[in-house]
């Protein structure tokens, strides 16, 4: 037990200090490598929220390169929130953002002490501790003070804050703004965002774009009356297909929904069906290492996979292979597949994979065959909600089912499959609005 504590203190101390140290580095780089590669003294600028992981500055993974479609307009500006990066790759990176004339360093405008203020929520949220009134007859107050404790999610608190001491300081060197734009999950960063955007940018436009198909499994991608009624949410939300507006409005009536370009998915347009194709099966994983390793159990576990048939693997850009599983679990039949996730499920047959990754709607679309192990039951109102033909997609409860509909689409009639595919063309354009010079209008 005693053991136990340890560790969770240290943990504690990791999950609160790490945060900020990294916090406090980019500011400090910030002052290092000072350059004025921006000028926001014209009215009409933009600022894009976007996420930097690495040291490559290429805005693919979110917006599919969207400053090259813009034509590199010079009031467009990227402004990065920089995670999972390197501490010791931090100068390198910032120097590439000082060089690229369509990013900007929202740490240029936070100071040590806003640092300090997002440091000290720790202090400030003693006030919420506090006893609450019942819920419906149910009393939240263990739930609410538990939440209250844990330290896991600081990092993000700290990012939520600076984001907004980001709005405020630019409020208070006059800066002009046209329009924001978030990349919109609705958790806790989006808030301190939009609302510092939309109480010292009252008159500016704050829009959220979510670039991701529909994942029931998590509730904060749909707003709710009191996040409206806040202002902690975007003035407009963007989706990227008409299938997912009446989602988004669950909870809230009010908000504006609006469909605009599916960035991420532009391949799904380019797409020549191809009936045969080069992969049988391909397992695609995603960014939750506890479904990733029971997707890849699930399949290890099978016949088909004992019979020693290749099986092929795609992992998350974000969650390596080796992160997820043992190499020396992993039979020979398995293989690693590198490279963009388009190119390699255009020529696969069956997708194995489950959970919240648009990879799923996304290669249904490509006409592949879906094949879900059973691990939560928004996988299936998830593909219910979209409307995705039955036959498209199988949900598996034990491994003998998994085995009987990977053998169901293998052994597939041709006059089915040509079916099946026929229906994913129909529905594509429901899932992924295609990109066009009026609808990119939205960034501009």
């Given at each position: ?202 008159e500016t436009l704050t829009v959220g774009y979510q670039s991701y198909t529909l994942y ?161 039951k928004n996988d299936y109102y998830n593909f219910k909600y979209l409307k995705i033909p ?55």
């Amino acid at each position: 037990k005693k053991e136990k504590k340890f560790l969770n203190l240290l943990k504690k101390i990791y999950f609160i200090f790490w945060p900020l140290i990294f916090s406090l580095t980019i500011v400090s780089l910030s002052r290092v490598f000072r350059k004025n590669n921006f000028n926001l003294s014209e009215n009409k600028n933009i600022l894009i929220d976007i996420f930097v992981t690495s040291n490559n500055l290429t805005t693919n993974r979110f917006y599919n390169n969207l400053e090259k479609k813009l034509k590199v307009k010079k009031n467009i500006y990227f402004v990065p929130t920089i995670v999972n990066v390197n501490i010791f790759k931090l100068p390198s990176l910032i120097t590439k953002i000082r060089n690229n004339k369509n990013f900007i360093l929202k740490e240029d405008f936070i100071n040590f002490t806003d640092i300090l203020f997002a440091f000290n929520y720790l202090f400030r949220k003693k006030k919420f501790y506090i006893n609450y009134e019942n819920y419906k007859g149910w009393n939240l107050d263990n739930l609410i003070k538990e939440e209250f404790s844990k330290y896991s999610n600081f990092q993000a608190i700290l990012i939520s804050l600076q984001n907004y001491c980001f709005a405020k300081n630019l409020k208070k060197r006059n800066v002009k703004l046209k329009k924001v734009i978030d990349w919109f999950e609705n958790t806790t960063v989006d808030k301190g965002w939009n609302f510092g955007f939309r109480k010292f940018f009252p008159e500016t436009l704050t829009v959220g774009y979510q670039s991701y198909t529909l994942y029931r499994q998590f509730m904060c991608k749909h707003p709710s009356n009191s996040e409206y009624l806040h202002k902690v949410i975007p003035q407009k939300i963007v989706v990227i297909g008409k299938a997912y507006k009446k989602a988004r409005k669950e909870f809230c009536k009010k908000i504006k929904i609006d469909v605009g370009p599916a960035l991420r998915f532009s391949h799904v347009f380019l797409q020549k069906f191809n009936y045969k194709r080069k992969y049988n099966i391909l397992v695609s994983l995603n960014l939750d290492l506890i479904e990733s390793k029971k997707i890849l159990s699930s399949v290890i576990d099978t016949k088909y996979a004992a019979s020693g048939k290749k099986i092929f693997i795609k992992s998350h850009p974000l969650l390596s292979l080796s992160k997820i599983i043992d190499k020396k679990n992993i039979p020979e039949n398995f293989v690693e597949l590198e490279g963009d996730f388009y190119d390699i499920a255009k020529n696969s047959r069956i997708i194995i994979s489950a959970g919240i990754s648009s990879s799923i709607v996304e290669s249904f679309a490509y006409g592949c065959a879906i094949v879900m192990p059973y691990m939560n039951k928004n996988d299936y109102y998830n593909f219910k909600y979209l409307k995705i033909p039955k036959s498209s997609y199988k949900i598996c409860k034990d491994i003998y089912e998994l085995d009987r509909e990977i053998n169901h689409f293998l052994n597939e009639k041709a006059k089915d499959t040509r079916k099946r595919i026929k229906k994913s063309i129909l529905l594509r354009p429901k899932l992924f609005q295609k990109t066009t010079n009026n609808n990119l209008k939205i960034f501009s």
